[in-house]
């Protein structure tokens, strides 16, 4: 069931199975710093992603792994991100290209899981982003098997860059 249909994100969830967890697809985003502000000085690759990720002390994010997107075997990053404080809601993270105050954030305990592209479409770089959503470790492994069907089943015209 599609939450979220628009140029940024492509949100879905089983329908009457589940209400906590999501597989939301995102077009070149951008992360948010914890001053409350797009962070341009990162650049939009999912190498430097990571990178941004893993230096930033308002997060845990476990080691990258490799797997592919989609019918058309993106190459991708994985990795799984928790809150490090363990506060109320989990850091904003995410923002879009003209998503004003727009960020992404869920519940204290939640955990993530982030996959990373790089591809070209129509002649020019981007970047794909692929969240799973669950409410604890246990949760998120749960709702993998699920997750991993709807991400192996995306089709887009794009290649690796």
Known sequence: MSHEDHG??????P????SDGRVLFWLDILPWDPDGRAASYVPNT???WVDWLRSNPIVSVTSPRHATIGQMR???????????AGGERFPDLITWPNAGPN??????????RLYLADFTYDGSDHLLAVAVEGTDPSDLDAFLPIAKQVIASADAPIEAS
């Open 15 to 18: 329908a009457g199975e589940r």
């Open 74 to 84: 993106l190459p991708a990053t994985y990795v799984e991100i928790t809150d490090e």
């Open 103 to 112: 960020v992404y954030g869920i519940g204290g305990e939640w955990i993530f």
């Open 8 to 13: 940024v994100e492509f949100s879905s969830a």
């Open 46 to 48: 999912a190498a430097e």
